[in-house]
T-cell receptor, first 115, second 113 residues
Framework: DAGVIQSPRHEVTEMGQEVTLRCKPI?????LFWYRQTMMRGLELLIYFNNNVPIDDSGMPEDRFSAKMPNASFSTLKIQPSEPRDSAVYFC?????????????FGEGSRLTVL | DQQVKQNSPSLSVQEGRISILNCDYTNSMFDYFLWYKKYPAEGPTFLIS?????DKNEDGRFTVFLNKSAKHLSLHIVPSQPGDSAVYFC????????????FGQGTRLTINP
């Protein structure tokens, strides 16, 4: 079975440019999460969706970040304009509730470098 | 404000010995805890979890211990193997937050032959 698929795997861009990261969750999973990994803070939750509806976006750093989930099989995380401090690895994860909490299945991540 | 903290960025252990990774949390509402393992260029994968109604959960070579009064949990790996070399993330959530996991900074474990 295919896991969570993210694209691109690597992105190098210049400050001020728009960046779009894409995610395809595991089929049948109804929750989708965007995390950002940095050395200082580890894995930070940016936003998560249940049944395509944004539930909690309190982790989104600022208005430059936006996320959408137009259907159950696709989500995007957009940064406009990008800044060097946005450089990080961005992970998408999906899950299906099992008991008190569902296990998250992560994609391989998108490494973003903003020059 | 880091609600989940892993104070050791790295740990080096000899093959065959016990590896102990530590994690502290500040939010007393957390009642479910997980450990994830991450290899380079891959996403984190679930390793083991524990509910707050327990103080120990064991799965093969991996055991997680929870001390609620100290708000501390630890992951024990016995015996440590070279394939255990990875970054380990501690995570926590509460029933209200359900799947909203709060992760620590991670600890890089290196198993030396």
């Amino acid at each position: 079975d295919a896991g969570v698929i993210q694209s691109p795997r690597h992105e190098v861009t210049e400050m001020g440019q728009e960046v779009t990261l894409r995610c395809k969750p595991i089929s049948g999973h109804n929750s989708l999460f965007w995390y950002r990994q940095t050395m200082m803070r580890g894995l930070e939750l940016l936003i998560y969706f249940n049944n395509n509806v944004p539930i909690d976006d309190s982790g989104m750093p600022e208005d430059r970040f936006s996320a959408k989930m137009p259907n159950a099989s696709f989500s995007t995380l957009k940064i406009q304009p990008s800044e060097p401090r946005d450089s990080a690895v961005y992970f998408c994860a999906s899950s299906f509730p099992q008991g008190p909490t569902g296990e998250l299945f992560f994609g391989e991540g998108s490494r973003l470098t903003v020059l | 404000d880091q609600q989940v903290k892993q104070n050791s960025p790295s740990l080096s252990v000899q093959e065959g010995r016990i590896s102990i990774l530590n994690c502290d949390y500040t939010n007393s509402m957390f009642d479910y805890f997980l450990w994830y393992k991450k290899y380079p260029a891959e996403g984190p994968t679930f390793l083991i979890s524990i509910s707050s109604i327990k103080d120990k959960n064991e799965d093969g070579r991996f055991t997680v211990f929870l001390n609620k009064s100290a708000k501390h949990l630890s992951l024990h790996i016995v015996p440590s193997q070279p394939g255990d070399s990875a970054v380990y993330f501690c995570a926590a959530t509460d029933v209200q937050g359900a799947q909203k996991l709060v992760f620590g900074q991670g600890t890089r474990l290196t198993i030396n032959p």
